[in-house]
């Protein structure tokens, strides 16, 4: 199985999973996510994200996203999946966001390189998403 777990600071990654529920569907065995509350050691959170894959196997893959590049949440998480033994089996990104995850977890049984897929299409296809939006002025329109 291909699996994509979500860490970050705070409630992002449990906020982004519940929005995550409500777009692809709420009995999704594959997407886990834990964060970093304020006060925890890293030591607790690193068994929380111990705990959220303990039902994984040897042949699974993993996405591992995080809020931050280099944060506490993603480095602590990369350590505990190197130490269970899944790190060859597992493509790492900070600066998740909504089109990220969803489209990764929509596509990613589809990809014969899961690493590639993610690191190919779906980290630029995220940049691409991020846009200003603007709405046009009415008024102008209404002089026509």
Not at 16 to 35: N, Q
Not at 76 to 102: C, K
């Amino acid at each position: 199985m291909r699996y994509v777990l979500l860490v970050s600071h705070g409630e992002f990654a449990p906020g982004l999973h519940k929005a995550i529920e409500m777009l692809a569907g709420s009995a999704r065995e594959d997407v886990f996510s834990t964060s970093l509350k304020n006060g925890m050691g890293a030591d607790e959170f690193a068994e929380n994200v111990k705990e959220v894959l303990a039902n994984v196997k040897d042949d699974d893959e993993i996405v591992l996203f995080g809020d931050i590049v280099g944060g506490s949440p993603l480095t602590t998480a990369a350590n505990v999946i190197a130490e269970m033994g899944f790190l060859d089996r597992t493509v790492m990104a900070g600066g998740m966001n909504l089109p990220l995850v969803l489209s990764t977890i929509l596509t990613k049984d589809f990809a014969d390189n899961l690493a590639e897929h993610v690191r190919n299409t779906m980290l630029p296809e995220a940049k691409e998403m991020i846009q200003e939006f603007t709405v046009a002025d009415n008024e102008e329109s209404d002089d026509i």
